[in-house]
């Protein structure tokens, strides 16, 4: 590797201080810290030294994502070819779904990154590994189908509106791949809904139908899916939120290094599975219901986006609640709020992207009351101490 660092380095020169491209040097630090690890250090002072810095912890959210992205590529394959066709081999089903996601995924990153180190130049600071998570997510929580130039739109939107214009990575109070999201379903609501959406066309082939399990619910029709189909993924749904095994794989790496918070993650399904739990109760207290209330209160868990947002999107440190407490707080109202309006809401019946962007916004609050309640009863505890005053013999 020895020779890669010298040709690194003999192509910095241009880049230093003074040199001529000394304005565009973060774009080049960039490409350089992602390579190989910063060679400066502190020059004084006593600090706490660890091996863990942003870019290693987006490598491992990242890694946690490729079962459910490679496996979202294969299922939208054979969404469609199984339709069409009496058998559908595995690499045919992943090479279709991969030619539909890849495009995606390089625009995704191409325009992300674009702006990042447009904004990056202009500021004058080193660009952050923030976005190559949220490059990810964003075509992760998108249809098949949709239209590159609608997740280029998104990226901006998401990218300059829901994060640059806090002050970047670290700054944002909202989840931009999940801004990305909302911007495309209150755009271009008919991309984002409906029974044609999650599963492609091809050639000459009018789209197939593809409706969702929660939207055959909120329409009243029956689920035509085994509890397996539901659990291992092998349902319509946006490309990598379907497989709720492979995203608490995910989850699992996450807990174990100490990436993603396990408090958030369990409190989330919490949240859901109590709220779901009380719906199948309507019944009992002589209420009627309807077919989404009436859903089994476990099977609410492994349907929709709310596994996938639980995991990737809740427990993003920046826009998350930050206190121990908070974090269960956090958690269970995301879970508690997604059930609830999927249910109440029939026009749509998702609505783990909602409570997260509406629990983004509470969590300094959240924090803020916990603190408060932590000061008082410490303060109520000292003033219980009697005071004990000691005299010369």
């Not at 040097?25 to 960039?30: C, D, G, L, T």
């Not at 970047?168 to 911007?183: K, S």
């Not at 868990?301 to 998350?320: C, E, K, N, Q």
């Not at 924090?367 to 009697?386: A, C, F």
Request: hydrophobic content about 50%.
């Amino acid at each position: 590797m020895d020779w890669i660092r010298q040709k690194l380095d003999k192509f910095k020169e241009p880049f230093g201080k003074g040199k001529k491209l000394e304005k565009y040097a973060p774009a080049w630090n960039a490409i350089d810290t992602f390579l190989f690890t910063p060679n400066h250090t502190t020059q004084k002072g006593a600090h706490v030294r660890d091996a863990v810095d942003l870019k290693r912890v987006m490598i491992t959210v990242v890694i946690a994502l490729i079962p459910a992205l490679i496996f979202g590529m294969w299922n939208g394959g054979y969404q469609y070819l199984s339709q069409i066709q009496a058998e559908v081999g595995f690499w045919e089903a992943l090479g279709h779904g991969a030619s539909k996601v890849i495009p995606m995924i390089v625009v995704s990153y191409g325009v992300g990154l674009g702006i990042e180190f447009a904004f990056a130049i202009f500021r004058g600071h080193d660009i952050n590994e923030g976005y190559l998570v949220t490059g990810l997510l964003i075509p992760m929580v998108m249809p098949i189908d949709i239209p590159l130039w609608m997740v280029a739109l998104s990226v901006v939107f998401a990218v300059i509106i829901g994060k640059e214009a806090f002050g970047g990575t670290g700054m944002n109070i909202l989840n931009p791949a999940l801004t990305a999201r909302a911007f495309a379903f209150f755009a271009y609501p008919t991309y984002m809904s409906g029974n044609q959406v999650w599963v492609s066309e091809a050639g000459n082939i009018d789209a197939v139908s593809g409706e969702t399990i929660l939207g055959s619910l909120a329409a009243g029709h029956p689920v035509e899916y085994s509890f397996m189909d539901m659990f291992t993924g092998t349902i319509p749904g946006s490309l990598a939120e379907t497989s709720t095994i492979l995203i608490l794989l995910g989850a699992l790496l996450l807990v174990f290094t100490k990436v993603g918070s396990w408090r958030i993650i369990l409190s989330g399904f919490i949240g859901a599975a109590v709220m779901a739990f009380i719906f199948n109760l309507l019944p009992a207290m002589g209420l009627e219901g309807n077919s989404l209330t009436n859903f089994p209160w476990y099977q609410h868990l492994i349907i929709g986006g709310l596994a996938f947002g639980i995991v990737f999107m809740a427990t993003d440190p920046v826009s998350a609640s930050q206190t121990i407490k908070g974090k269960w707080i956090y958690g269970f109202l995301i879970g508690f709020l997604a059930v609830m309006i999927r249910v109440f809401n029939p026009a749509y019946p998702e609505g783990v992207m909602l409570a997260i962007l509406l629990m983004n916004v509470f969590a300094p609050v959240i924090d803020h009351y916990v603190i408060e309640g932590n000061v008082k009863r410490r303060k109520k505890r000292l003033s219980d101490v009697p005071v004990q005053i000691k005299t010369a013999v």
